[in-house]
């Protein structure tokens, strides 16, 4: 039986394990070897990166669900790679969401600087453990109110997340989307 077959493009003869797989080529494989394809395929992304980038938000829009796990699973396996990354870009971009944020929303920027000087002078304890699920984590304060700025909910990052996914945009409490005059801060 025949398991080899000679690349077109390297002309080294190979075993059929390092060709992909083709309903087109001779006995079912395809005519590079994998490693030539590969190159040809890069050089092809290289020199059409607008057809790539379209061709690949396809497939992104397509596959949302499988991306998300895709996703979640590296960030769980390590999580430094990704905090190093988002390092990196608020610092090419000058901070500018976090400034932007600061802008649009300083009820909240005050109410968030309130619980951090509470925690600094002991006004406030930080506990060891979520209030919601008691995971043993640094947990995080959650406001459920932003005009009282100490009236806090210690939880860990998943159920802040949570807590902040109950509401759509269009569904928040109307205390939340009231805009202040600039330069003021509702306290």
């Known amino acids: 039986m025949i398991n080899r077959r000679v690349c077109t493009t390297c002309k080294v003869e190979k075993s059929f394990d390092e060709f992909f797989n083709s309903k087109k080529g001779k006995w079912g494989k395809a005519e590079q070897c994998k490693d030539c394809r590969r190159i040809k395929n890069r050089i092809y992304d290289r020199n059409n990166p607008d057809k790539c980038r379209e061709k690949h938000k396809r497939w992104a829009d397509k596959n949302k669900a499988h991306l998300a796990e895709y996703n979640r699973k590296r960030y769980e396996e390590n999580p430094d790679i990704f905090k190093v990354r988002s390092i990196a870009y608020r610092k090419k971009t000058g901070n500018q969401s976090i400034k932007n944020f600061k802008k649009r929303h300083p009820q909240k920027k005050a109410a968030h600087l309130f619980v951090e000087l509470a925690l600094k002078f002991g006004m406030i304890n930080r506990p060891a453990c ?3 699920c008691k995971a043993e984590c640094k947990p995080q304060a959650h406001h459920h109110d932003y005009s009282k700025p100490l009236e806090v909910q210690f939880l860990c990052t998943k159920c802040h997340g949570k807590e ?4 759509k945009d269009s569904e928040w409490p109307e205390r939340l989307n009231e ?3 600039k330069g003021e801060a509702i306290v």
């Open 130 to 132: 979520c209030d919601l």
């Open 164 to 167: 902040h996914r109950k509401y």
């Open 179 to 181: 805009e202040t005059p």
